[in-house]
């Protein structure tokens, strides 16, 4: 039991049990799936397809965090995908063609790209403070994508583009497939290889790390670059959702959000040590917490309120200060607990190996 | 040591200056820079200086709404326009307004985002002697005299026409219904709502639940998915705009749904995309709400800086929209 609570997972995934019992009890029938039209069809369903875009982004949050950092402009990088790809396809003859959609997806993914090495250029070359630099793009990026659109919401019609976001694929919604693929190869490629190792000692120490013969500013400029293509599908899955683009409100404060489903996660927002399982299940959370709201049927004026309330109550059991007191409380006899082993990394090596 | 600061400093300058160009791209998007370095003649060259700060881009309506105001407010047309877009945040538009009274523009229009806390503001406007005519959405004020005049729809009647619809349909037939509403504490959604109920009073239809979707195509379609996860038997949407009713159509649809059979949908606004869901049969009536302020805007303008009365409340005239109507009515609309 004591190992259980323990666990750095327990209070998230509690929270969200929490919330589906929640639900549940408003509405018995919550996690049921049917299946309807050869795919399948519930409120769970429901929840995985609005996570997708979140948890992209959220992704991308979790690797830049980890190197210290910190990326304020997902957000506006959503706005300019979907402007680039909607516009696109509405100025094609065609909008109906695959080769159409295909090329403004590619336009829009490799715009965004260009956007994140901005921010990783003036974060790991020029030196500049991971929120300043960003902050930048996050004013000046809706500024862009509103001039991309004219200043107006592209709508368009276009079925393949519309699979994107309404679609399935193997009975389940193609956005979901989509983002819980690419979480699946980053935690592959990030755990299974030395690479999130080496993020890990970018983030607790850059200097001593570059000393000791990792290249810190080629993995800062690379996680920037990430983050800004994960924000870049994350922007396309939005905008197919419901087939318009609009410069001012797609993805507004996603990137609060995903800083929260990152610190939900049990990521410190210091650097160093990071956890993706973490940040899939703080995503999941806020998705959740969204869904709650009307199916529980609380009123839109103390809406906010009531997420504030949950995502605190979150918080303060994550904290390190509350985890070792809750711990103290059930396992008394014990003076003191040793400091869970994290998987891959022993941040201490590193240094000692700088020094 | 000294090349690399030199490539640095390089760099440094490089990005600056593409910096200045960024912020250049978005200030030219976001209407004009809010420093009002120049000032404006005033009226007595004939040309009326007419600072508007528009709510956003949220919707279809308002992007028709700001085409209407561009176009008609033209040099040719007496008028310097100068044009900014609050999006969607009260402080921005009070901001937008007294970076207006400090340039001294002619006259001051914006649409309220929501319909308190302008009080402070309008009296800044009073003072400087700028009069100050509402579009689109009204202020709760006490005090009428901190605008000359409101060019506008009736949201209250907008409400009533839809639930009168409503009522002549489906009345008997215990229509359960849910309501996307506006944005929390704007005119149209307060008014709607309450035109709405006041409508379908006396009759069996019922509103089992009522949430946001501040406007937006994307939170409606998230809110009416928990409404289906929640309720199992809804026959009618109605939506405060047509974005949401639009965002509705998908999230019923994804239900495996039959979007204006399986649950009709009742919306208001009547711009394109809206009515050509509706001509398709995805919604089953839609209540205009005019958009094409900017002619109205211009008349009443020039009687305020002429001196002249002007009335306090000018209604703008709405049509209402069957399917058959609307096949008839979207080959030639503006909008």
Known sequence: MTNLLRHHLFWPVAALVALLVANTVASPGFLAITVRDGHLFGAPIDILRTTAPLLLVALGMTLVIATRGIDLSVGAVVAVSGAVALSHIASSPNPDSPVTVLTAIGLALALCLVLGVWNGFLVSVLGIQ????????????????????????????????????????????????????????????????????????????????????????TLTWTVYAAAGLFAGLAGLLISADTMAADANNAGLFIELDAILAVVIGGTALSGGKFNLSGTLVGALVIATLERTVTVVGISPLVTPLFMALVVIAVTLLQSPRMRERLTAATRRPVATTPPEPQSAARPDSTEVKAR | MARTTLTRTVLAAVSVVSLFALGACASDAGGEPAAGGETSGGADDGVITLGFSQVGAESGWRAANTKSIQDTLTVDNGFELKFSDAQQKQENQIQAIRSYITQGVDVIAFSPVVETGWDAVLQEAKSAGIPVILTDRAVDSSDETLYESFIGSDFVKEGEMAGEWVVEQYDGEGYQAVELQGTTGAAPAIDRKEGFESAIEGSDVEIIDSQTGNFTRAEGKTVMEGFLNKHDDIDLVFAHNDDMGLGAIEAIEAAGMTPGEDIKIVTIDAVKDGMQALVDGKINYIVECNPLLGPDLAEIAQKVVAGEEVEKRIVVKDEAFDQAAAEEALPTREY
């Open chain 1, 130 to 217: 991971p929120i300043i630099a960003t902050l930048i793009l996050m004013t000046a990026g809706r500024g862009v994508a509103m001039l991309i659109t004219g200043g107006m919401i592209t709508t368009v019609n276009s079925a393949p583009f519309k699979v994107l976001g309404s679609g399935f694929w193997l009975g389940l919604p193609v956005a979901a497939v989509l983002a819980f693929g690419v979480f699946a190869v980053v935690a592959f490629v990030v755990r299974r290889t030395a690479l999130g190792m080496l993020l890990e000692a970018t983030g607790i120490n850059p200097a001593a790390s570059r000393l000791s013969g990792v290249r810190s500013k």
